[in-house]
């Protein structure tokens, strides 16, 4: 009967490790469900407790010698173990959708984030209609279409190219801190990574300045507008 108190680290070791390749991004609606909390659920199932409990009484009267009871616990211990089995693939299930609509979740906010929903309009609405799907299967609790629904978002937006979201404006920072002045500004990769483009960011800030004709002197704590050179989307502010 000891097979039984080895269940779960059976079932642990075949769904560990394909959740720990299921991961949301951090910008996500829905937030994943923590894998400690997950595997807490899984330890603590009253399905499980109820298997341990009745194989204990069974292991106890069998050393008592009754045989008949032993027999009747270790019974009622195999149907607690497959409840506990099938809650536990239902809380798989669970996780499973969760996790495929939080990154789902966050690819749209990413692509609309970059403005590229613009670009791609008919891509990124076919995308929020299938994630509306996949919001409905969830409420009604149908998690293997909500997580189909949810997979079917970010394959429709891989049509998209991925590109990084670049800052429209930049606040300045001190000399003797970071070395910031126009040259190093704009050599920053996330501004245009090339310092020859000073100029640019000098000719939309001049009245910025403390001295409009002179781009050698920046005030800490400027925020300086960043121009699009090559019509890429640029918002929010870069302060790091």
Known sequence: MKHYRLLL????????????????????QYDPLPLSEFVKG????QYMRENLRLI???ETAYKDAKYDDAVKYAQEANKYAQMSDDYVRLLMKIKEAKDAIAAAQARLDHV???????????????????FAEAEDHS???EWDPAKESALAVIAILSEIPDVP??????????????KDCLWNIAAKKEIYGDPWK?????????????????????EPG???????????????????
């Open 139 to 141: 409420s009604k609790e």
């Open 9 to 28: 680290v059976v079932l642990l070791s075949v769904c560990l490790p394909a959740l720990s390749l299921s991961a949301a991004e951090e910008d996500a």
């Open 222 to 240: 400027t925020l300086l507008d960043i121009p699009s050179i090559k019509g890429e989307y640029r918002v929010g502010i870069m302060e790091d």
């Open 56 to 58: 204990d009484l069974a």
């Open 198 to 218: 000073w100029r640019i960011i000098y000719n939309a800030n001049k009245d910025k300045l403390p001295i409009s004709g002179n781009p050698d002197i920046v």
């Open 112 to 130: 609309k984030k970059a403005n590229l929903h613009v670009k791609y309009a008919e891509i990124y609405d076919k995308a929020r209609q299938t």
């Open 42 to 45: 899984l330890l603590n199932n």
């Open 165 to 178: 979201v670049l800052p429209a404006q930049y606040r300045v920072k001190t000399w003797h801190g970071t």
